[in-house]
Nanobody, 122 residues
Framework: QLQLVESGGGLVQPGGSLRLSCAAS????????IGWFRQAPGKEREGVLC????????NYADSVKGRFTISRDNAKNTVYLQMNSLKPEDTGIYYC???????????????WGQGTQVTVSS
């Protein structure tokens, strides 16, 4: 069964950090680009960052530049989203998604995780 599972979400104070993980099972991430997306209450899902097969990064959201980074460990079949200097507006459900070969727009991703909640609040 092909599956993506996110973990690492939680409650953090403004200015804090979290590292999200996206672990794949049932298939190898070697041939996939992995994107991180988020959805705030009452808003549409939006792209955050994507990492391609060879490690190239696509930034979907200007608001996270300089604060969020994405990385992959193919040996562990896992992609990470490091989030620093978190702000209340970063609150939402964070999803990872996989797409064969290269990063693309949200609708082009084939496999999705169930999401992990990130809440930034004092």
């Amino acid at each position: 069964q092909l599956q993506l599972v996110e973990s690492g979400g939680g409650l953090v104070q403004p200015g804090g950090s979290l590292r999200l993980s996206c672990a794949a099972s049932g298939f190898s991430l070697d041939y996939y680009a992995i994107g991180w997306f988020r959805q705030a209450p009452g808003k549409e899902r939006e792209g955050v960052l994507c990492i391609g097969r060879s490690g190239g990064v696509t930034n979907y959201a200007d608001s996270v530049k300089g604060r969020f980074t994405i990385s992959r460990d193919n040996a562990k079949n896992t992609v990470y989203l490091q989030m620093n200097s978190l702000k209340p507006e970063d609150t939402g459900i964070y999803y990872c998604a996989a797409r064969r070969w290269a990063c693309s727009t949200l609708r082009e991703y084939t496999y999705w995780g169930q999401g992990t909640q990130v809440t930034v609040s004092s």
